[in-house]
T-cell receptor
Framework: GAGVSQSPSNKVTEKGKDVELRCDPISGHTALYWYRQSLGQGLEFLIYFQGNSAPDKSGLPSDRFSAERTGGSVSTLTIQRTQQEDSAVYLC?????????????FGPGTRLTVL | AQSVTQLGSHVSVSEGALVLLRCNYSSSVPPYLFWYVQYPNQGLQLLLKYTSAATLVKGINGFEAEFKKSETSFHLTKPSAHMSDAAEYFCAVSETGTASKLTFGTGTRLQVTL
């Protein structure tokens, strides 16, 4: 079956612009996660959804970052007023449930470059 | 807070040689542990995971890992390296309970030479 898909695969933007990154999880997966992969910080958790609610937003680095999930499926990560330090690969993952030890399936990522 | 430490950011082995990638965890409770592999310009793929069943876990592509509580380790091994194993490998830990966000190590880049 289809895996996790993300769009766009690459995004180049200018400092100060807003960007939206999209994630389509595996059908039927109730949990969805956003991570960020950057040279300086490695792989870091951003936010987790269970259904449409986000019980854990502890990884969002600033109030410029927000995310939503609709219909228990697609999620959008929005970064407002982008800064150069936002340049990274943004990875989305989904899982069947969110109990400890559940396998998370990752998408290919969106590479964001802020000029 | 839970964490993982991967010793060695770069490991180079010859084709056919043993692969050993090290991971140590820090946790106050028995953790869930994962190894993921990332090929260039791709997302993460699960190799194997430990969820408190067998301490020796077998994964895909001939990899296995052993959970050693006394050493707080979860090292990844493969008896014979193949050129196609060249990639970056990440060890990760997840919290118990219902929030299973992953905390990753810094990764180990595996190079396989002829």
């Amino acid at each position: 079956g289809a895996g996790v898909s993300q769009s766009p695969s690459n995004k180049v933007t200018e400092k100060g612009k807003d960007v939206e990154l999209r994630c389509d999880p595996i059908s039927g997966h109730t949990a969805l996660y956003w991570y960020r992969q950057s040279l300086g910080q490695g792989l870091e958790f951003l936010i987790y959804f269970q259904g449409n609610s986000a019980p854990d937003k502890s990884g969002l680095p600033s109030d410029r970052f927000s995310a939503e999930r609709t219909g228990g499926s697609v999620s959008t990560l929005t970064i407002q007023r982008t800064q150069q330090e936002d340049s990274a690969v943004y990875l989305c993952a989904s899982s069947l449930g969110a109990s400890g030890g559940v396998t998370q399936y990752f998408g290919p990522g969106t590479r964001l470059t802020v000029l | 807070a839970q964490s993982v430490t991967q010793l060695g950011s770069h490991v180079s082995v010859s084709e056919g040689a043993l692969v050993l990638l090290r991971c140590n965890y820090s946790s106050s409770v028995p953790p869930y542990l994962f190894w993921y592999v990332q090929y260039p310009n791709q997302g993460l793929q699960l190799l194997l995971k430990y969820t408190s069943a067998a301490t020796l876990v077998k994964g895909i592509n001939g990899f296995e890992a052993e959970f050693k509580k006394s050493e707080t380790s979860f090292h990844l091994t493969k008896p014979s390296a193949h050129m196609s194993d060249a990639a970056e490998y990440f060890c990760a830990v997840s919290e118990t309970g219902t929030a299973s966000k992953l905390t990753f190590g810094t990764g180990t880049r595996l190079q396989v030479t002829l």
